[in-house]
């Protein structure tokens, strides 16, 4: 059975590039969430999307940030124009809302690097 | 605004010995916690857990409390193997069950053989 898949796992950039990242969440879940991880803050939640709508994207932190899920299968987190303080590792993670545990299914991550 | 907090970064424990990791929570609204467990180049993933109506929760050599007057609960991990040797993130929702995770800053547990 195939886990969360994320794309790329590293990514070096220039500042000012935009960078898209990519999920593809386990099949038959209906919420995707996208994480950022850095050692000051941990885990932090970007956005969610329940069967394909945002539903919360109080975590993005700046117009700059935008993420999408056009179909079940698929979404997308765009950075543009990337900074420094971007880099960090990006998760990807998806869960069945029907689940009473709430338990999230992570994917590798993407490691961002903005030189 | 750190509404779940780890506030060791770090923790060093003799294989075979008990390991005990903490959280903090600063919103009484959350009810429903968990740990995950994270190895280095790869995605957090599901440990335990514990509901606010509990204040224990076993699982093999895993056990979470819960004290929810102090907003405090604890990861103990006995006995400790190097495989335990990871970084665990504890996390929070509110309205039980619900998918939106709070996570903490992490804590790096290595277990010396």
């Known amino acids: 059975d195939a886990g969360v898949i994320q794309s790329p796992r590293h990514e070096v950039t220039e500042m000012g590039q935009e960078v898209t990242l990519r999920c593809k969440p386990i099949?038959?879940?209906?919420?995707l969430f996208w994480y950022r991880q850095t050692m000051m803050r941990g885990l932090e939640l970007l956005i969610y999307f329940n069967n394909n709508v945002p539903i919360d994207d109080s975590g993005m932190p700046e117009d700059r940030f935008s993420a999408k899920m056009p179909n079940a299968s698929f979404s997308t987190l765009k950075i543009q124009p990337s900074e420094p303080r971007d880099s960090a590792v990006y998760f990807c993670?998806?869960?069945?809302?029907?689940?009473?545990?709430?338990?999230?299914?992570f994917g590798e991550g993407s490691r961002l690097t903005v030189l | 605004d750190q509404q779940v907090k780890q506030n060791s970064p770090s923790l060093s424990v003799q294989e075979g010995r008990i390991s005990i990791l903490n959280c903090d929570y600063t919103?009484?609204?959350?009810?429903?916690f968990l740990w995950y467990k994270k190895y280095p180049a790869e995605g957090p993933t599901f440990l335990i857990s514990i509901s606010s109506i509990k204040d224990k929760n076993e699982d093999g050599r895993f056990t979470v409390f819960l004290n929810k007057s102090a907003k405090h609960l604890s990861l103990h991990i006995v006995p400790s193997q190097p495989g335990d040797s990871a970084v665990y993130f504890c996390?929070?929702?509110?309205?039980?069950?619900?998918?939106?995770?709070?996570f903490g800053t992490g804590t790096r547990l290595t277990i010396i053989p």
């Open positions: 099949s038959g879940h209906n919420s």
């Open positions: 996390a929070a929702s509110w309205n039980f069950g619900n998918e939106k995770l709070t």
């Open positions: 919103n009484s609204m959350f009810d429903y």
């Open positions: 993670a998806s869960s069945w809302s029907g689940r009473i545990t709430g338990e999230l299914f």
